[in-house]
């Protein structure tokens, strides 16, 4: 090697070098930025969730507080088939674009909501039409009927509340949507306390957290309007080009709903309804924990805008960070479930929910674990790979969820959930080729 080749590899390692500590730091003060809004955003909503949830255990029997839980739980699962994969899609197509100056984002913006208006248009119909059959013959329940119907109706508000929050996150503003979000709780404190006072039992519960959605929607749309009207602008892509390629997120998340919400639907299969406000309770805990420690629920746009070997390198930074910090805050959690519940909940949602809590625990950093390791599969468009992992774990969570919760109750949804999503990620580790692992496995 001459000189003039040695300076030459010389300047261009000065390059990588200063691009990968440029890098670094901007992945630093963006990821820190995005996860401290949304770190704010979750407490504010899990907070307001933990005060209402304490507020109505008292103000509600436990069949009537169940049956509150029956519908918003209905409601979120079926949130996938009003969805159709558009959120993830967006998440991952949008930062895209806008870091290319791709001027067609807003294309793919106006298509992907109307496709999810659609969706969540002919679910809702779905259930109202099916509410009869799934009320007797599902569900075993003839009184949950109406519910069921209602629950649609919230479906079709959370679907497009739901695209409007992915959008903010695709665009790296949850500064913006914090202030949303803000509003939005203010209202369904007030909301649901006014019409539960008023005596309209659960129903009021129900009316008043879909009137904060309508509230949430119309600061959101105000936002983007003021702020980013041009992803607002132009002609929609078609509903048939958009579905093409979200069709392949929404099997995703068909398998991801099943693994995450399975449980607490096959409670109110096999067990009287007010078990389903028993397990309500366990779920709102681990997912407040889940939320405010939001670490995958931001990364897919961060992952999105690189490639290669600084790809791998992002991920790494994240994943062994956040294994550590959410298993050590599952074994706390674990250790303290039954003070934790006979502290702020009536004696017997303590007493018939502190073991499922202490395993349902464990669910927050093998949930982050692996949703970390499959939107690197999204990134790296293994649909494949991330459809049947996802779909094999889900397919456990299901069949132990039969097999456990008529044996053992809570504590076998609970477990069924943990253990499947080992499963998922026992599989992800064993494809160890992928390297982002690192050597370590």
């Not at 890098?23 to 979750?42: E, G, H, M, P, T």
């Not at 909301?191 to 929607?217: D, E």
């Not at 409670?267 to 889940?290: D, K, Q």
Request: include cysteine; proline fraction near 3%; charged fraction near 15%.
């Amino acid at each position: 090697m001459n000189v003039e080749e040695l300076y030459a590899d010389k300047f261009v390692s000065w390059v990588i070098d200063k691009f990968e500590k440029m890098d670094s730091s901007y992945l630093a003060r963006q990821f820190v930025k995005n996860l401290s809004f949304r770190i704010f955003s979750n407490i504010l909503t899990k907070g307001v969730s933990f005060l209402l949830i304490m507020w109505l255990t008292r103000e509600l029997s436990p069949d009537d507080f169940g049956l509150y839980s029956f519908a918003i739980s209905l409601a979120g699962f079926f949130v996938v088939f009003g969805n159709l994969g558009v959120t993830v899609a967006l998440l991952k197509v949008v930062p895209e674009k806008l870091a290319q100056g791709d001027e067609g984002v807003a294309s793919w913006v106006l298509g992907g909501l109307k496709l999810m208006t659609i969706g969540s248009l002919v679910s809702f119909l779905f259930l109202s039409l099916a509410s009869p059959f799934l009320a007797l013959y599902v569900f075993g329940k003839p009184f949950v009927q109406p519910v069921i119907v209602l629950a649609g109706g919230f479906l079709f508000l959370m679907v497009i509340s739901g695209f409007f929050d992915s959008l903010f996150i695709a665009i790296k503003r949850n500064d913006l949507c914090f202030c949303s979000v803000i509003v939005k709780e203010v209202s369904r404190v007030l909301f649901i306390v006014l019409l539960v006072s008023a005596g309209l039992s659960f129903f009021g519960a129900l009316y008043g957290y879909i009137l904060s959605f309508f509230v949430f929607l119309l600061v959101a749309l105000s936002l983007f309007l003021w702020k980013y009207a041009f992803l607002f602008k132009g002609k929609s892509l078609s509903v048939h080009k958009v579905f093409s390629y979200s069709k392949w997120f929404m099997a995703l998340g068909v398998f991801t709903t099943i693994l995450a919400m399975m449980d607490i639907l096959m409670i109110s299969i096999f067990m009287p309804i007010r078990y389903t406000g028993y397990y309500t309770v366990v779920v709102s805990i681990v997912s407040a924990l889940m939320l405010l420690i939001p670490i995958s629920r931001i990364t897919l746009p961060f992952f999105s805008e690189v490639s290669g070997e600084h790809l791998e390198s992002r991920f790494r930074k994240i994943f062994y960070p956040t294994v550590v910090i959410t298993f050590v805050v599952a074994v706390v959690l674990a250790v303290t479930s039954k003070p934790l519940l006979a502290f702020f909940y009536p004696v017997e949602y303590a007493e018939n929910a502190w073991i499922a809590l202490s395993v349902l625990a464990f669910v927050v950093p093998v949930r982050n674990a692996f949703w970390l390791s499959v939107q690197r599969l999204i990134v790296l468009g293994k649909i494949r790979d991330q459809l049947w992992i996802t779909g094999l774990a889900a397919f456990v969570n299901l069949v132990l969820n039969v097999l456990f919760i008529p044996l053992f109750g809570l504590p076998g949804a609970a477990f069924a959930t943990v253990l499947s999503l080992v499963v998922g990620f026992g599989l992800v580790i064993q494809r160890g080729r992928w390297g982002w692992l690192g050597d370590s496995f």
